[in-house]
T-cell receptor, first 113, second 114 residues
């Protein structure tokens, strides 16, 4: 049973560029959340998708956007990249019910130069 | 404003002894708490959780204690094993905020000394 898979594992981009990160949830999960983990910090909530709609959003600018597809997979898009966007981006999936633990992927390491 | 705090960045414990990791929170709306373990180059792995209606939850070698009045929780690992060496994150959520929006602490790096 495949867990949460993310691609790519590493990415290097230049300031001002745009990036798309991808996530496939664990089998049977219908809810996908995205987190940003800066060096030395805990993961910070970006947003969550359920039934192809953004259900919740954290304190991230509109440069961060996402999408969920009918097969529950998801994309995270970041426009006009800044140096400060360099981080580990984690995707997590869950069953979308109360107190259902999140299952995380191994993340995409984004470096902005 | 750090709503979930792990004040010990690192902890070293002898193999076989008890490891105690601590976490404090400030938001009284939090009603569900989790611990995640993270190895290098991997995503966080769910370890154990506790609802605010309980004060203790056990799962094998892992026990989480919740003190709501003090807004404090702790994770006990007994006995500690070398494979427990990892970064441990405390996380919290609130029904009103949407249960799956987790607020994480900054983590504690646990090293088990053989």
């Amino acid at each position: 049973d495949a867990g949460v898979t993310q691609s790519p594992t590493h990415l290097i981009k230049t300031r001002g560029q745009q990036v798309t990160l991808r996530c496939s949830p664990k089998s049977g999960h219908d809810t996908v959340s995205w987190y940003q983990q800066a060096l030395g910090q805990g993961p910070q909530f970006i947003f969550q998708y359920y039934e192809e709609e953004e259900r919740q959003r954290g304190n991230f600018p509109d440069r961060f956007s996402g999408h969920q597809f009918p097969n529950y997979s998801s994309e995270l898009n970041v426009n006009a990249l800044l140096l400060g966007d360099s981080a580990l981006y984690l995707c997590a999936s869950s069953l979308g019910r109360a107190n259902s633990p999140l299952h995380f992927g191994n993340g995409t390491r984004l470096t902005v130069t | 404003d750090q709503q979930v705090k792990q004040n010990s960045p690192s902890l070293s414990v002898q193999e076989g002894r008890i490891s105690i990791l601590n976490c404090d929170y400030t938001n009284s709306m939090f009603d569900y708490f989790l611990w995640y373990k993270k190895y290098p180059a991997e995503g966080p792995t769910f370890l154990i959780s506790i609802s605010s209606i309980k004060d203790k939850n056990e799962d094998g070698r892992f026990t989480v204690f919740l003190n709501k009045s003090a807004k404090h929780l702790s994770l006990h690992i007994v006995p500690s094993q070398p494979g427990d060496s990892a970064v441990y994150f405390c996380a919290a959520s609130a029904w009103d905020f949407g249960n799956e929006k987790l607020t994480f602490g900054t983590g504690t790096r646990l090293t088990i000394i053989p």
